[in-house]
C-alpha cells in the first residue's frame, strides 16, 4: 500500500503557488490541495498545475478545496495574508496578518486537523506564534520558515565567492527573519573547514563576509524593486522542509521554533538550527555563541518579545 502524503496549501499567491509548483516538479507528495478565499483561483490554480502531470516524477492529486479537506493531510502549509504596502509600517502588516493567521488557523483546527503546521507568512515568526497560540498543537509541530530562504542565500553567495558548491557550504542565518537577523561566523564552514580559516588562507578580506551578510540582508528589498515580490527561492525552501518532515530525515534546518530557555529565551518563535523530522521539530541545536552574536540574538528575539506583547498578544486574546 502506497503511503499517503496530503499536504494542503492555505493561500494561493505567488509563494504558495512558487511551493506547488516546485513540489510538483520534484514529487515525493501525492495529494495537494489548494485552498484561498478566492475559490474560481484555487480551481484554477489547480487545473493548471494538473495539466503538467504528464511530464511530472510521480502521480500527484491535485484539487481545490475547503478546510474540511485538512482533516486528514499530513501538513497545512499557510502562505497566506496580505504583502507590506507602500509606506505600511512592519507593525501595522504583522496585526493585519495577525487576524488573518488567526482565522485560517482555527479552521483548521476545527477540521480536525492533528498534523504539522508549517507557516510562511510574514513577518514569519510573529504568524507561526499566532499559529501556536491558536491552535493550542505542541510547539513542535508548529514551524515557521524562518531563516531557511536567508540562509540558502548566504549559502549561495558564499559559494559564488568562494568559487565552490553553496551544496557544500554550511552556515546559518539566526534571529528574526528580518532586518535584525546575524551570522554566527564562528560557525559557518565550507566542507569541513571553518569559513574564517578558508577566508585567512586565501587571503580574502574578511570585510567580504559583511558585504556577503548585507547582500543577504537587502537580497529581498533588491528583488522586490526589480520585480514587484519574492517567491521562488521561499517556494523551493518551503518544499524542501516538507520533505524533511515527510521523510522523516532528521535534517538539520534554521527554521523558526519556540524558544523554552534556549539562547537565554522563552516565549517567542525565531529563526535557529533544529532538527526535522516526521514529528516537526525533534530538537533546537544551541551554539555555543560568541559575545557579540549573543547580543544580536538578545537584540532579535527583545525586539519581537515587545511586538508579541504590544500587538501580537491582544489580537490572539480578543474573542
Known amino acids: 500500500m502506497i503511503e499517503r502524503r496530503k499536504i494542503v496549501l492555505v ?15 520534484q514529487g515525493g507528495v501525492n495529494e495537494l490541495v489548494l485552498i484561498d478565499i478566492m475559490k474560481d483561483k484555487a480551481e484554477g490554480e489547480a487545473m493548471d498545475l494538473s495539466h503538467g502531470m504528464p511530464f511530472a516524477p510521480s502521480k500527484m492529486d491535485i484539487k481545490s478545496g475547503d478546510y474540511d479537506e485538512c482533516k486528514d493531510a499530513n501538513i497545512v502549509v499557510i502562505t497566506a495574508g ?7 509600517t512592519r507593525l ?4 493585519a496578518n495577525a487576524k488573518i493567521i488567526k482565522d485560517i488557523t482555527k479552521q483548521v483546527v476545527e477540521s480536525g486537523f492533528k498534523g ?12 507561526t506564534y499566532v499559529v501556536y497560540k491558536t491552535s493550542g498543537f505542541p510547539s513542535s509541530k508548529v514551524i515557521g520558515s524562518g531563516t531557511v530562504l536567508d540562509t540558502a542565500r548566504l549559502r549561495y553567495l558564499i559559494g559564488d565567492y568562494l568559487d565552490v558548491s553553496s551544496k557544500n557550504v554550511h552556515a546559518y542565518i539566526m534571529g528574526e527573519h528580518g532586518d535584525s537577523s546575524f551570522v554566527p ?10 569559513l574564517i580559516d578558508v577566508m585567512k588562507e586565501n587571503k580574502k578580506p574578511m570585510e567580504d563576509l559583511d558585504k556577503i551578510y548585507t547582500n543577504v540582508q537587502q537580497a529581498a528589498y533588491e528583488i522586490i524593486n526589480k520585480k514587484k515580490a ?9 518544499t524542501r522542509l516538507i520533505k524533511a518532515i515527510l521523510g522523516d530525515e532528521n ?15 522563552e516565549g517567542m518563535f525565531i529563526g535557529v538550527p533544529a532538527i526535522i523530522n516526521r514529528k516537526g521539530v525533534k530538537e533546537i541545536l544551541e551554539l555555543k555563541l560568541e559575545d557579540k552574536d549573543q547580543k544580536e540574538f538578545d537584540n532579535s ?12 498578544n491582544p489580537i490572539i486574546e480578543k474573542d
Do not use: R
Open 11 to 25: 493561500g494561493t499567491g505567488f509563494v504558495g503557488m512558487s511551493m506547488a509548483y516546485s513540489l510538483l516538479n
Open 230 to 238: 519574492t517567491y521562488y527561492g521561499i517556494g523551493i525552501a518551503l
Open 116 to 127: 504539522i503546521f508549517v507557516v510562511a507568512s510574514n513577518p514569519v515568526d510573529l504568524m
Open 82 to 88: 496580505l504583502n507590506q504596502k507602500p509606506n505600511q
Open 185 to 194: 561566523w564562528s560557525h559557518c564552514y565550507v566542507g569541513c573547514k571553518k
Open 92 to 95: 501595522e502588516l504583522a496585526e
Open 301 to 312: 528575539c527583545n525586539l519581537l518579545n515587545k511586538m508579541i506583547k504590544d500587538s501580537i
Open 251 to 265: 535534517s538539520i534546518m534554521p527554521v523558526s521554533t519556540y524558544l523554552s530557555g534556549q539562547y537565554g529565551h
